[in-house]
């Protein structure tokens, strides 16, 4: 995976939240939902920024203590994993201005007081994809839920 590229979250049909340092992942159209925490939470966070796969493996490293070898593969595993469950997808449009100058900022803590680097692991859970797929709410567009077209006949007439 070239250090280069970028992804993005699939929207609309992926929506998520952090909670607590764990991130909640819904994929609308299959009705499967995800989570992440620990440095798998980092990565999506990254990737929400538009950050490149460099970027990425620079602020994993900066942020926990383990081998770099064991990092990148880890990192390249788990962004391989969201896209091959299509939740995240090549980002080629132009680099955000948010992220140009991005710089990993990293707390002033000595190198034994980064917490030890684990392989983040994506859970996947099917067991309401049913309910998820009847939601209307799952087909929303931009214009929110519920949408009304303009010429539709106001409730009561």
């Known amino acids: 995976m070239n250090s280069l590229l970028r992804f993005r979250i699939n929207r609309p049909t992926v929506v998520h939240a952090t909670i607590d ?17 620990k440095v798998g939470a980092d990565i999506w966070g990254f990737v929400e920024l538009g950050a490149t796969v460099g ?8 942020r926990y ?15 391989a994993e969201l896209q091959q ?17 991005l710089e990993v900022r990293v707390e002033a803590k000595s190198e034994t007081e980064r917490p030890s680097f684990e392989a983040p692991i994506v859970h996947k859970y099917t067991d309401m994809q049913q ?16 949408s009304v077209t303009p010429d539709a006949p106001a409730s009561g007439e």
């Open 55 to 62: 970027k990425i493996l620079e602020g994993i490293t900066h």
């Open 85 to 101: 469950e299509n939740l995240v997808v090549p980002d080629e449009t132009k680099e955000p201005e948010s992220i140009r100058g």
């Open 21 to 37: 340092n764990e991130v909640i992942i819904i994929a609308l159209d299959t009705g499967n939902y995800y989570s992440l925490d």
């Open 65 to 79: 203590e383990g081998s770099r070898v064991d990092i990148e593969n880890a990192v390249r595993q788990l962004i």
């Open 131 to 146: 309910l998820l797929l009847l939601d209307p709410i799952g087909d929303v567009d931009e214009t929110g839920w519920p």
